[in-house]
C-alpha cells in the first residue's frame, strides 16, 4: 500500500451526501509541506469549537478514536487532496467532510491486518464486514484510517465493507453514513 | 408593486419555461451591483476580474491560484571612473494567490409556504445574500490583515510568534517593539489590561500613519469602524480648529480625508471589531484581490419546494505583508498569546454568530404586546 495523490474517491453519487466545511483545529495541517499534513480519506472528529482534527492519536498505530478526546462517536471522512489550494486560501482552513447521507466511497487509507475494538474483532477480510477507524501506518506515514472491526466490539463502526481491496485494485470499497 | 405580488410572481416564474433562467439572470445582475458598494475590503483591494486563463493549476488537485511576481530587488551605487559596479543576479520573488467558494446558504421554501408573506421575502433573502458574502470577504479579510501586522511584529521583535502587547508589558522593563502594531495613547496610560476601547484621539491616527510613512512606504487609505470614528466628533476646537469645529457640531465630519488620508468607516463591528485601526497603502504595494467567478444565483422549483443560493468564487492575498499597520485603542492583549483572555473581544466572531438579529419579535418582545384570541 502507498499514498497516492487521490485516496479517496466517490462510487456514489454525490447530490445526496451533506458535504461540510469545517475549520482544522490545527492550521498546520493544511500545509502539503508539513510532514502530519492531511490527506484525503483520513477521518476525522470534530470538537466541542466546531472544529475537525483527526480522529486518532497519530503518535503511533493502533490507537483507538477514544483515546483522543470525547468527541469520536461520530467520525467523518475527509474528501480533501493533500495541499488543496481552496482549503489553504480561507483563514480557518475549512475542509470538506463527507458529513452526512449514506454514501459509499473507495479508499486506499487503510490497514487490512489491524483490528481494534477488543474481542471479536477481525481484519479486514470480508465483504459486509464493519469497519472502525484506528491510527495506521502506510509507508512510514501514520494516518487515520480504516481497520478492521466487528459490530459487537467496541470502537465506533464507520461503515461495512463492500469490495474487498483484494478484488478492486487495491481500493476498500465500503459504504458509510447515516441510515445504513 | 407590492411584496405578495413579488412572491406570486417568482413562484409563477419558476413554473414557467425559462423561467429559472430568467429569475437568475435578475437575481445575478442585482447582486453582482450591490457587491461593489458594500464590501470594505473592495475599498482597500478593488477586486480584479480574473479568467482560467490567467490561473495556473496543479497536479495534485483540481484547485486553482493565480502567480503574481513581486518587484525584484534593485540598487544603484557611487563609483569611480575605473570603477566597475557589483552584480545582481535577477530574482523576483513570486506568490500564489489561491480561489475559495464563499456561499450563502441555501434558502428553502414551498410555494404554499411563500403566500404566506407579504413583504418579498425571496427578493430581501437575495439582498441579503449579498450582504452575506460581502461580510465574509470582509471577515477573511481582517483574519489575513490581522496575521499579516502580528508576523511583522514578531519579526521586529526577533519571535516566532508576536510577543504580548498589553499594557503590562509596554509599561514592563523591556517593551515589546511596536513595530507594525502600537497600542493607542490612552490604552499606553490605561493603567490595567482590559478590553475597554478609549476614545479615538487625534495623535492614534497619525502614530498609525507614521508607522507606515516611516518604511519608504505612504498610508493611503485607513479602516476605522464607525463607532471608533463617532469619538472624532467630540474632538476640541485644539484639534480641529474653530472652522471644521463649527462644521462638525451642526453636520458632523463631512470629509472623505481626515489628516489628509482617505478613510474607511464600517458598521460591521462583528467583523471589525472597535478599538481596531489599520492603516494600508495602495493597493499596488499591498495584496490582490481576484474574482473567478462573480456572484452566481441559482434557483430551482422542485415539485412545491423552491430553493435558490447564491455564490462567487474569489483570491486574496497580503503579499506584501509589510503595507498593512494596526493601532489598538484597548489595553489588553490582543495577540494569539490571549494574555489576559480578552482576545475575543478583538478578533472577528464565528461565521455562524455573523448577522445576529437584533430583534425580539420571536421572543415577544415588542411593545405594545398584541395578543391574538
Known amino acids: 500500500m502507498a499514498i497516492e495523490i487521490e485516496n479517496f474517491r466517490p462510487v456514489t453519487e454525490l447530490l445526496p451526501v451533506v458535504r461540510r466545511d469545517v475549520g482544522l483545529e490545527d492550521k498546520t495541517l493544511a500545509d502539503p509541506s508539513n510532514a502530519l499534513t492531511l490527506v484525503d480519506g483520513e477521518w476525522m472528529a470534530v470538537n466541542e469549537n466546531n472544529r475537525a482534527e483527526r480522529a486518532v492519536d497519530i503518535a503511533s498505530a493502533g490507537n483507538e478514536p477514544v483515546a483522543l478526546n470525547t468527541f469520536t462517536k461520530l467520525l467523518y471522512p475527509l474528501w480533501a487532496e493533500t495541499g488543496r489550494f481552496d482549503v489553504q486560501a480561507n483563514y480557518e482552513k475549512k475542509t470538506p467532510l463527507i458529513y452526512l447521507g449514506g454514501y459509499e466511497f473507495e479508499t486506499l487509507i487503510f490497514d487490512p491486518t489491524v483490528t481494534i475494538g477488543g474481542a471479536g474483532g477481525a481484519a479486514i477480510s470480508s465483504i459486509h464486514q464493519p469497519v472502525k477507524v484506528a491510527s495506521i501506518d502506510i509507508g512510514g506515514k501514520k494516518l487515520s484510517g480504516l481497520v478492521g472491526g466487528s459490530a459487537s466490539a467496541t470502537g465506533t463502526v464507520v461503515g461495512f465493507v463492500t469490495r474487498l481491496h483484494t478484488d478492486n485494485g487495491g481500493w476498500l470499497r465500503f459504504r458509510g453514513g447515516f441510515g445504513w | ?321 509589510a503595507a498593512a499597520r494596526k493601532i489598538e485603542l484597548y489595553s489588553a492583549d490582543a495577540t494569539e498569546n490571549d494574555d489576559d483572555t480578552l482576545r475575543d473581544n478583538f478578533i472577528p466572531v464565528a461565521e455562524e454568530a455573523l448577522g445576529a438579529v437584533n430583534n425580539r419579535v420571536d421572543k415577544g418582545l415588542k411593545f405594545p404586546q398584541i395578543v391574538n384570541n
Open chain 2, 1 to 321: 408593486m407590492s411584496g405578495r405580488m413579488v412572491n406570486e410572481l417568482f413562484n409563477t416564474r419558476l413554473s414557467e419555461p425559462g423561467g429559472k433562467e430568467k429569475l437568475a439572470q435578475f437575481g445575478g445582475s442585482y447582486i453582482r451591483d450591490r457587491l461593489r458598494e458594500v464590501s470594505f475590503v473592495r475599498k482597500i483591494l478593488p477586486p480584479e476580474q480574473v479568467t482560467r486563463t490567467d490561473c495556473q493549476r496543479s497536479t495534485k488537485h483540481d484547485t486553482l491560484v493565480k502567480i503574481v511576481d513581486v518587484e525584484p530587488k534593485s540598487r544603484a551605487m557611487a563609483m569611480t571612473f575605473r570603477g566597475q559596479p557589483t552584480a545582481r543576479f535577477i530574482r523576483g520573488p513570486r506568490a500564489e494567490v489561491a480561489f475559495f467558494t464563499i456561499s450563502s446558504e441555501v434558502f428553502q421554501k414551498t410555494e404554499q409556504e411563500l403566500l404566506a408573506y407579504e413583504m418579498p421575502i425571496t427578493k430581501i433573502i437575495e439582498e441579503n445574500s449579498v450582504k452575506d458574502i460581502q461580510e465574509i470577504e470582509d471577515r477573511e479579510f481582517v483574519f489575513h490583515v490581522e496575521a499579516a501586522v502580528q508576523a511583522l511584529q514578531a519579526e521586529a521583535n526577533s519571535v516566532a510568534a508576536a510577543p504580548i502587547l498589553n499594557w503590562t508589558t509596554l509599561d514592563g522593563a523591556t517593551p515589546p517593539v511596536e513595530f507594525s502594531v502600537r497600542k493607542g495613547e490612552l490604552a499606553r496610560a490605561a493603567g490595567a489590561d482590559d478590553a475597554v476601547v478609549r476614545p479615538l484621539q487625534r495623535k492614534d491616527i497619525v502614530e498609525g500613519f507614521k508607522l507606515l510613512d516611516g518604511n519608504r512606504l505612504r498610508c493611503e487609505r485607513w479602516l476605522i469602524t464607525e463607532v471608533d470614528f463617532d469619538d472624532q466628533l467630540s474632538w476640541t476646537v485644539e484639534d480641529q480648529g474653530d472652522k471644521i469645529q463649527s462644521e462638525t457640531t451642526v453636520d458632523g465630519y463631512k470629509y472623505n480625508t481626515l489628516l489628509g488620508r482617505p478613510y474607511i468607516r464600517s458598521v460591521k463591528t462583528d467583523i471589525l471589531r472597535p478599538g481596531n485601526l489599520y492603516f494600508f497603502t495602495s493597493p499596488e504595494f499591498f495584496g490582490k484581490f481576484y474574482v473567478l467567478n462573480q456572484t452566481k444565483f441559482y434557483i430551482d422549483k422542485v415539485a412545491n419546494m423552491i430553493t435558490f443560493q447564491a455564490w462567487e468564487d474569489i483570491a486574496m492575498s497580503m503579499i506584501n505583508i
